[in-house]
């Protein structure tokens, strides 16, 4: 296996796999003795312990300890890991073919991780994803090309919906991110982050950016600055709109200013859900790449994606390193409500009883209740979703009727379960959105796996991004920010 061309770096080493490869079981390292401790270029027999490294093998969920031997005659070493009995392994479970490429990739000073690269990823940029939830963000960078190497989310109820997916994918980091290191996250052209918003939205505390969860968006910074010039090239934010008004907008601009500092210039756009699915739900993003004192944008025009509210802040705010990109027209809203609704028969038992659906209709005010009945005198059937919120300390259930669904919510945002009502031919029906119905006003396919309790599940995609509106963004604006940097 000789050294792969252009492969060199501190952190990692990349391999190219050749037929005696494949038929030996050996994995060479000739020409990367510098990449290993000193001490771990052992002797020709291991007969007592001494130091050596730990390789953890991607896709076999499985750690060795080895160290690379010498030839007892000439005493040189011998070019391939002492300890190989899992090399076939590896090769047959990736289904590695002569001229893939694996990589090497030294974690710390005596931690590795093999895995693979094949000719196809060779051309696949690779991002690293913060506060990953369940997934989502990935879930829309894979279709665009994209390669998740690293992941992150404290939570591990959200790490255990994340692993129903990707079960071989042992990248994910479940943790604070104030507890990883630098050395810890591999290089890549991109980060992702959709960090808590609890401390920002209207629904939340309003604490702001320097809130109990809200201010782990400083643990990504310090991330960033501790990896120095392996920094990435862009960084992806998303959060909720109140973000952009939090302390009046001064945790947006200390936000922005701290990437300015890391060298990078930012951009901003807000995309709502309802232009690719049936779900009212604005978020804000920001764009941000490394200054590499190209000719930026800096004054804003209107467009759907960027409102009054957000050029306001964008040319009031000078003093921050603008890069404003060319943002194309967002697709016209076509989803409707009764798209992502599951046909379930009327015994199935998440249809409320009679007297239970009698009191939710019971708590409209009259005008919601007269769009309900004009619902149930319809000729066919027709669905509307409703939130109870208290007003005047009393608790009223309050009904949208237009097609689109409001804005999943997680419990721990201040706000309860989506409901949903079906009327037409003189009846109705009520019951609360399904987990799986909540996917798809997520954009999320029919394929990804829901086998958890259906709060965890609710939970999981109230928390989580609009995969289309990402897809699209992706697509349209960060495909060409990284054609732009090579």
Known sequence: MAPFNGS?????RLL???????RHSHLYVNGHYDFFPSDCIGGSRRSTEGPTFSIQLDGLNRTINTDIGRDAKTGKPRGFFRVRGWVRQFYKHHRINPGDVVTLERLSERVYRLSVHTAEQMSRPECAEFFAGIGLVRLALERQGWRVVLANDIDPKKAEMYRHNWPEDDHLLVGDIHAIEADEVPSCELFTASFPCNDLSIAGRWEGLHGKESSSFWGLMRIIRDMGE?????????????FLMSHGGRDFEKALLALNDLDYTVDAVILNAVHWTPQSRPRLFVLARRNEAQERQTFALATDSRPKALIDFINMHPNIQWDLRKVPPLPLPSARLSDIVENLPDDDPHWWNQKRSDYFMNQMSARHRAQASEMIAGRSYSYATAFRRVRHGKSMAELRTD???GCLRTPRGGSGRQILLKAGKGRYQVRL??????????????????????????????DAVCVPAVEWLAKKLLIHSIRHSE
Do not use: H, M, W
């Not at 190219?16 to 494949?22: P, S, Y």
């Not at 392996?230 to 109140?242: A, S």
């Open 16 to 22: 190219r796999v050749t037929a005696g490869n494949l």
């Open 433 to 462: 959105l399904t987990a799986r119905e909540c996917a798809r006003l997520q954009g999320v396919p029919d394929d990804y796996v829901i086998n958890v309790p259906l709060n965890q599940a609710l939970f999981g995609f109230g």
């Open 230 to 242: 392996r920094r990435p090239q862009n960084v992806l934010l998303e959060n909720v709109v109140g």
């Open 8 to 12: 060199g770096t501190d952190s990692k």
């Open 403 to 405: 097609g689109i669904a």
